[in-house]
DNA sequence: CGTTTAATTGACATTATTCAACCCGGGTGG
DNA sequence: CCACCCGGGTTGAATAATGTCAATTAAACG
C-alpha cells in the first residue's frame, strides 16, 4: 500500500484505486507517477487551468477541488463537458494533440500535481504505467461522455437531474467524500443548468418536482438525497459505465 | 510507405494517416498491427458487432461500411454516440474494462480486421505502438463525444443539423469518401434524429429549412452541401477537435 | 401492380425558454 | 443598528421550440 500522509501519496492512491481492472500496472503507475511528479500548484476559485488553445506538455493530477471542463459559444452559452474530482488526471490529451478546444476552470480552490510526461514515442516506449493511465482515463471520459450524449439526446429534464445526482454520488462515494445520504458540492443551479443542458429556470423547477416528491432536496452548498432509489428508477441509472469497481 | 493492395494494408494505412501527430509512432503501431492481425471479418447490414456486455480481448480495425455506437433505453428511445468508418477502431474499451453498456451495430455491411491483443500490463509493455493506437483512438473520440454533448446541450435542432453535416464532410474527406459536395451515406432521417437527439419529424422539418435557404439538400442515401460557409456558420464549426490533421 | 419503407405534412399537445418580477440571506458602509 | 446591495433562488405568464399523433405521398421492390 502507498499510504503516508504525502499529498501525492493520497493523490496517487485514489487513482490508483480507480484503475483495479490493469492490476499489473497499477503500482508501475504509480511509482511512474512518482518519479514524474514535479510542483505542486494552487488555483484559485473560479479561475482558468487551461486557457483554450495552449499547448503544453504536462499532466495535473488534481488533488482536492472541482474542476469544469467547458466551452463557451458565441451566443454567450455554456455547457459544461465534464467536472474533474480528486483522483482524476486534467491534460492526458495534450500528450496527444496539438490542442485542445475545451476550457478548464476551477470551480473551487483546487490544488494540483504536475507531472511531467514525455510526448509522443516516449512516453509509450519509457512508461507504460503512466501512457496506461493515460488510456485509462481517456477510456473512462469516454464512457461518461457517452453517458452524457445519452442524458443530453434523450432524456427529459427530470431524467437528466435524477441521472446526474445519482452520477455525482457515485463519484463522490469512490472518492470518500460522501457523508450519508448528502452531497457537499458547489454548485449552483446555474452550474447544473450548464452541466444538463436546460436553463437555469428550468433546473428549479426541475428540484422543486423532486423536493415535491420527497426524493431529492437542493440546498446552497448541498443536496440531501432522500430517495435514491427513486432517482435510478426515474433515469435508469447504471454505474457500470463509470468503471469504479 | 505501407502502401499494397491488401486490405490490412488499406485499412493500417487510414490508420496510420490519422496519427500523424505520434510522428515516432505511427511505423511502430503499424508494424505492431500487421504483427497481431488476424481475421477479417464481414458483418452484414444491421447486425449487431458487439452485444452490450459481452467481454472481448480483440480490437477491430474497421476497413469499410458504417457502425453505429448506440444505447437503446427502456422507453424504446434510442441514441447514437457516435459512428465510426474506415481506419476507426472499435472495441479498444474493452481492453480496459470488464463491459461496455454501449452497442455497436453495422449499419451498412461492414468488414473489420480483427486484431488479438493482450489485455492489462502486457499491452502496455510489449506494444508500446498499438497501446499509442488505442490512447490515440480514444482521445479522439473523447474530443468527438465533448462536441457532441455541446451540441445536444447548447444548440438549437438548425445548429446541431448544420454541425453534424459539417463533421460528417470533415470525417469522410479524411478518409477519401467524399466525392465534391456530396456527402454519401447510409443515414435516413431516423438516424439523422438518434444522432441529434430529436425527433424524426423534427429532422425533417429541419432539413426542409435547410433547403428552403440552399444551403443543404437531403436525398436519400446523400446529401448536397450547397453553401458549406453557412453550414459553418450557422453550427460555429471548428474542425480542429477532430484532430485530422 | 400491390406492398413496404421512408419521407412529408398538418393539427395539436407538451416541454422548455424567455421575460419580468419578487424574495431572501449575507455582506458592507453609513 | 439599519439601509442598501448583490448574488442566488423562486415564481408566474407569455412565447417559442420541439414532440406526438394521424394521415398522405413518394419511391423502391418483388
Known amino acids: 500500500m502507498y499510504r503516508t500522509d504525502s499529498p501525492i501519496d493520497k493523490a496517487a ?3 490508483r484505486r480507480k484503475m483495479t481492472a490493469l492490476n499489473g500496472l497499477a503500482d508501475v503507475l504509480v511509482r511512474d507517477v512518482k518519479a ?5 500548484v494552487e488555483i484559485s476559485a473560479n479561475r482558468p487551468i487551461v486557457k483554450e488553445n495552449e499547448r503544453r506538455s504536462q499532466l495535473y493530477l488534481v488533488e482536492s477541488g472541482w474542476v ?3 466551452r463557451g459559444l458565441a451566443s454567450g452559452r455554456r455547457q459544461i463537458v465534464n467536472y474533474a474530482l480528486p483522483g482524476d488526471i486534467l491534460c492526458a490529451d495534450s500528450l ?3 490542442a485542445s478546444s475545451f476550457d478548464l476552470t476551477a470551480r473551487t480552490a ?5 507531472i511531467e510526461a514525455p510526448q509522443g514515442p516516449e512516453l509509450f516506449e519509457r512508461h507504460p504505467g503512466l501512457a496506461a493511465a493515460i488510456a485509462w482515463t481517456m477510456g473512462q471520459e469516454d464512457s461518461i461522455l457517452a453517458e452524457r450524449v445519452v442524458s443530453l439526446g434523450r432524456r427529459d429534464s427530470l431524467e437528466k437531474l435524477s441521472h446526474a445526482l445519482c452520477e455525482l454520488e457515485a463519484r463522490l462515494s469512490a472518492i470518500g467524500l460522501m457523508r450519508g445520504k448528502t452531497i457537499e458540492l458547489p454548485l449552483n443551479q446555474e452550474d447544473f443548468a450548464d452541466i444538463l443542458g436546460i436553463s437555469v429556470i428550468h433546473v428549479n423547477r426541475t428540484f422543486r418536482r423532486l423536493s415535491e416528491e420527497k426524493i431529492a432536496e437542493y440546498r446552497k452548498g448541498a443536496i440531501d438525497l432522500l430517495d435514491r432509489g427513486r432517482l435510478a428508477e426515474i433515469s435508469g441509472f447504471d454505474p457500470a459505465y463509470l468503471h469504479l469497481g
Request: glycine share 0%.
Open 36 to 40: 514524474l511528479a514535479r510542483d505542486r
Open 96 to 98: 496527444l494533440f496539438k
Open 68 to 70: 469544469f471542463r467547458s
Open 110 to 114: 483546487v490544488s494540483v500535481i504536475q
Open 13 to 15: 492512491e485514489l487513482l
